[in-house]
Nanobody, 121 residues
Framework: QVQLVESGGGLVQAGGSLRLSCAAS??????MGWFRQAPGKERAFVAA????????YYADSVKGRFTISRDNAKNTVYLQMNLLKPEDTAVYYC????????????????WGQGTQVTVSS
């Protein structure tokens, strides 16, 4: 049974940092991604990474502040979030795809339950 479990969310002041983790079980995945959904908004792409970690892709809104990485030995993907802004407040979802990597949520058949990130001003 495939399962993705996120952790590391919480409340942080603007300018602070958080590191999200996503532990995958049931099988190994090729591409992994992070998406987020703010209240009243659609789910949006944040970052993606391929199996080897040689390719990463970021939304413009987080480029230079967020870093996606993975440890295949632990079957875990991370999202290091620095210089957080109130507009980063959202539920963050981990997702997995058999494809190399993608920014399209429709390419991801497997999803975690989400973890809340709240950034106060």
């Amino acid at each position: 049974q495939v399962q993705l479990v996120e952790s590391g969310g919480g409340l942080v002041q603007a300018g602070g940092s958080l590191r999200l983790s996503c532990a995958a079980s049931g099988r190994a995945f090729n591409g992994m991604g992070w998406f987020r959904q703010a209240p009243g908004k659609e789910r949006a792409f944040v970052a993606a990474i391929n199996w080897s970690g040689s390719n990463t892709y970021y939304a413009d809104s987080v480029k230079g502040r967020f870093t996606i990485s993975r440890d295949n030995a632990k079957n875990t993907v991370y999202l290091q979030m620095n210089l957080l802004k109130p507009e980063d407040t959202a539920v963050y979802y981990c997702a997995a795809t058999p494809r190399d990597f993608s920014s399209d949520s429709l390419e991801y058949p497997y999803w975690g339950q989400g973890t809340q990130v709240t950034v106060s001003s």
